[in-house]
């Protein structure tokens, strides 16, 4: 019995005997990746039972069971949770660590004890933001955004968040450091950039992103708390400071933030596609391109979330022009999966379905972001339900619905067992269903001017939070039986064996099933494209014990 | 790592060899990672760089009158003390790499004493600052008192202690890890077979020092001359 | 490392010409708000320090025997940086609501919270 990545590992420090402090100590990719699962996911449905809660509370207008100031602790935690502690480390954190040095042929990241000390990093990051919600005056109240002036105010414990999304903004620059370069350095001989997987495009991008923005909100967060406790001025009006100075300087990362959540998302879309449908991708170097195209303009439009706070006419022209350029290079994605898709040998597999599923819901969410892009129809749509159902759309029914078809994707790979393909589909049918119910009605909710993070609001909108609260319901009976059914697949699953999809990237060229520790027997030389199918069937074959083509 | 890393070979299917490069002994990725991090740290102070050009737009003769107040000579001390540093560094890490380990140490030992002094003359500053009221949370930064700065001093001043600060805190650390370098040194872990952990500090020194040359003219010299109308010029 | 093999004697003497440029700009940075282009004296200073930063990467952080990758990283971080100062200079200098805002105008009188009106 040959032995996995579960049987042996190597430690930060020393070489530890149980297998407790073999966890605690590892810096093998793919343990770190699955623990970084394990933390993102217990804290993914806190931050949903926190939304369920505000879901209950909006069923019918006035008070019910929690009170107005309580309710903006809700929805600062399910953003601060959701955003800095779930989706920024997201697909990077697990599938860049566990997947991506697979798939270029490396034996781990380039700098793997690094990588352990930024997991341990990212720990204490949501050690310090959940502690919040015990000490003192409470949560934060202000958003997730934090805006000044009412941020520097307020008596909640804003200090508490800020640290904390600092520290997690550094290990969040810490992993794309170490993804650029093991991406730069580690690739197999013969992989050149455009022979890599688009996955590893999509990683690249994003640790670009992850390297040059987040600074600039680690900064800004810095200046809040020495705004809050030494009143240097810099956000004050009454010290001639400007509280938009801190919107623009929060956007500047913010809004790159979000291209890095959804490009390591479109890599998985992109590894997802060509596979069930048994056919070379359709424009490898455009989605590539598209890719790093994203990740640059995606600097330069910042200026969108603030149109309503006074900023020159002539800045949020500007703004809203490189906007909507920014949604083609996502557009030419979306034309080439299908353009895939056409005339292939389609395998609706679960992972597909998650897929399919995606382009219908990313589309309405990055289109409802054209619509708002809009000057004008931003004045009426900003901060409304309908900008909320948006984002929605775009981060749920775009980067998680992605996370769960890389989930069900990569599941043979990392666990070498198979889930139940019945009860995932049906679990993935709960979700969509759910998913569309509870967001929908927001956009019209929104457009007929219902407020965000409003507490109370006028009779006429209760049918569309009634309706919203029962799509609730069933998208989160979806979610746990989606994960039941994973757990259960990895207890009680079949052996799933070395490449039950049939895929052609090199991640799935492992000699045992799971990956033994130093992943591949041998790095094999790339010759060849990565997405190379003939007639439905992958070209390029391997002798898995010295990796030598035997096509 | 007890046992020596080997290379492994890929072979393509002409028989040709390629070496694979991999995560130990990568020289290049060493030093590519930490210029991105450096790059980090640019685009943090670039940041506050950019909050300090906008309010000096916004407020541009209180941020001179504010200047002139500024102790040039201190500043100015300060600034040849970490050039010097920074050269001092660079000799350390010359002297490694062609093996005179014990001149390389010196070297340390006095960039690290050169970041003392420039930390004894910046407290010297605050202090003498913190003498004249002028500090955060002292009455002439904060509005609506009668020793009130104007709205852009008191802007000017709180950048440049939070610059200033955040600046010599870099400092601070640099001089720890300078300490944790000399103990590898002593341990024979950095060497001038592998010395890019040496390299790796040697370009944080500088770094530091490139950020205090955008610094000292920002916050000392634009004050400076005969722009400030009636302020009494440095002490 | 280093693409020229450069013996110690060159290397340290590299260093010390270095120095000596750095000491003549910093010297320079000292007297130019006295003695020429005083009302210029942040661009001057500006220009100045970039100089000095040019040195000290090129020489002192051995940027230049160093491939592409590095070199182009650093440009291209300093064309982003210089695209947020030109946006939030557009947005400064259009401002719209001086009327109802501190932050254009000066208020003389700190303790005034009426708005400074402008013509």
């Known amino acids: 019995m040959s032995k996995t990545y579960f049987d042996e590992t190597h430690c930060a420090i020393g070489h530890p005997k149980s297998t407790f402090m073999q966890w605690m100590l590892t810096v093998d990719h793919k343990r770190i990746g699955l623990m970084y699962a394990a933390v993102m996911f217990t804290f993914f449905f806190i931050a949903v039972a926190t939304a369920f809660l505000m879901r209950l509370e909006l069923y019918a207008p006035g008070a019910q069971f929690i009170d107005g100031d309580t309710f903006n602790q809700a929805f600062t935690l399910h953003g601060v949770i959701m955003i800095f502690l779930f989706i920024v480390p997201g697909i990077p954190a697990i599938f860049g660590n566990i997947v991506m040095p697979l798939m270029i042929g490396a034996k781990d990241v380039s700098f793997p004890r690094l990588n352990w000390f930024t997991f341990w990093l990212y720990i204490l990051g949501c050690i310090i933001a959940v502690a919040s919600l015990w000490v003192g005056n409470g949560f934060a109240d202000t958003g997730w955004t934090f805006y000044a002036p009412y941020s520097l105010n307020t008596g909640t414990n804003v200090i508490f968040t800020l640290v904390a999304a600092f520290i997690l903004g550094m290990a969040s620059i810490l992993t794309g450091l170490n993804f650029l370069v093991t991406i730069h350095r580690l690739r197999a001989p013969g992989m050149t950039f455009f022979k890599m997987p688009l996955f590893v495009w999509g990683i690249y991008s994003t640790a670009w992103i992850q390297l040059l923005a987040t600074p600039v909100v680690g900064i800004t967060l810095i200046l809040a708390i020495l705004e809050k406790y030494f009143g240097i001025g810099i956000f004050d009006p009454a010290k001639g400071g400007d509280p938009v100075l801190f919107e623009h300087l929060f956007w500047i990362y913010s809004h790159p933030a979000v291209y890095l959540m959804i490009l390591p998302a479109f890599g998985i879309m992109s590894e997802i596609i060509p596979v069930f449908s048994r056919r070379e991708i359709f424009g490898y170097r455009t989605i590539a391109l598209s890719s790093a195209s994203i990740a640059g303009i995606g600097y330069l439009v910042w200026g969108h979330h603030l149109y309503t706070s006074g900023m020159a006419d002539i800045a949020k022209v500007v703004f809203s022009f490189l906007t909507f350029f920014v949604a083609v290079p996502t557009g030419i994605k979306f034309y080439d999966w299908i353009a895939t898709m056409y005339k292939g040998k389609i395998v609706l597999s679960t992972p597909m379905l998650w897929a399919l599923g995606t382009i219908i819901t990313f589309a309405i969410g990055g289109l409802t972001g054209v619509t708002i892009a809009m000057v004008g129809v931003d004045i009426h749509l900003q901060d409304t339900y309908y900008t909320v159902a948006h984002f929605h759309y775009a981060m749920l029914g775009g980067v998680v619905f992605l996370l769960f078809a890389g989930m069900h994707y990569w599941f043979p790979l990392v666990t070498g067992k198979m889930y139940n393909e019945t009860k995932a589909k049906m679990a993935f049918g709960l979700v969509f269903v759910g998913f569309n119910v509870l967001w929908f009605p927001m956009f019209i909710a929104g457009y007929l001017g219902m407020p965000r993070r409003y507490f109370d609001y006028l009779p006429e909108f209760q049918i569309y939070h009634q309706i919203s609260f029962w799509g609730a319901v069933i998208f989160i009976i979806g979610l746990v039986s989606m994960f039941t059914v994973l757990i259960q697949g990895w207890r009680k699953g079949k052996d799933a064996g070395l490449n039950p999809w049939h895929a052609t990237t090199l991640e799935w060229h492992m000699p045992t099933s799971p990956p033994p520790l130093e992943n591949h027997a041998k790095v094999p030389y790339v010759d060849f494209r990565p997405y190379e199918y003939h007639h439905g069937e992958p070209v390029v074959k391997f002798d898995l014990q010295t990796m030598k083509r035997i096509d | 790592m007890a046992h020596a890393y080997v290379p492994e070979i890929a072979t393509d299917r002409d028989g040709n060899e390629h070496e694979v490069q991999g995560w130990q002994d990568d020289l290049y990725g060493a030093k590519l990672g930490f210029w991105l991090f450096m790059f980090t740290e640019v685009l943090m102070f670039g940041a506050m760089f950019l909050s300090l050009s906008y309010y000096f737009t916004l407020h541009h003769q209180d941020f001179i009158d504010a200047s002139a107040t500024l102790n040039r000579l201190l500043g100015g001390t300060n600034t040849v003390i970490l050039l010097f540093s920074a050269l001092t560094m660079g000799l350390g890490l010359l002297k490694m790499k062609h093996g005179d380990i014990k001149g390389a140490k010196l070297m340390i030992w006095a960039t690290i004493l050169l970041a003392l002094v420039f930390l004894g003359i910046k407290a010297v500053e605050w202090t003498a600052e913190y003498h004249h009221g002028v500090f955060l949370g002292l009455p002439a930064l904060q509005p609506g008192s009668d020793l009130s700065k104007p709205l852009g001093q008191i802007l000017f001043f709180g950048m440049y202690f939070t610059m200033t600060g955040i600046h010599g805190f870099h400092i601070i650390l640099g001089i720890g890890i300078m300490l944790w370098l000399l103990k590898r040194i002593n341990s024979g872990k950095v060497s001038p077979k592998h010395y890019i952990l040496h390299f790796n500090i040697a370009l944080y020194w500088d770094l530091v020092h490139l950020i205090w040359v955008f610094v000292f003219p920002y916050f000392y010299m634009i004050g400076a001359g005969d722009v400030a109308g009636g302020i009494v010029h440095g002490h | ?119």
């Open chain 3, 1 to 119: 490392m280093d693409t020229n093999t450069k013996t110690y004697k060159e290397e340290q003497a590299g260093y010390f010409k270095v120095l000596i440029g750095l000491l003549l700009l910093t010297t320079v940075t000292f007297i130019q708000p006295y003695y020429f282009l005083d009302n210029a004296t942040f661009a001057v200073q500006m220009l100045i320090g970039t100089v000095k930063a040019w040195l000290i990467l090129m020489y002192y952080m051995h940027l230049k025997g160093e491939k592409l990758i590095i070199t182009f990283l650093y440009f291209s971080m300093f064309i982003v940086l210089v695209f947020f100062v030109i946006v939030i200079g557009v947005d400064v200098t259009n401002f719209q609501f001086e009327d109802a805002s501190y932050i254009s105008s000066p208020i003389t009188d700190v303790h005034d919270h009426t708005p400074v009106t402008q013509h």
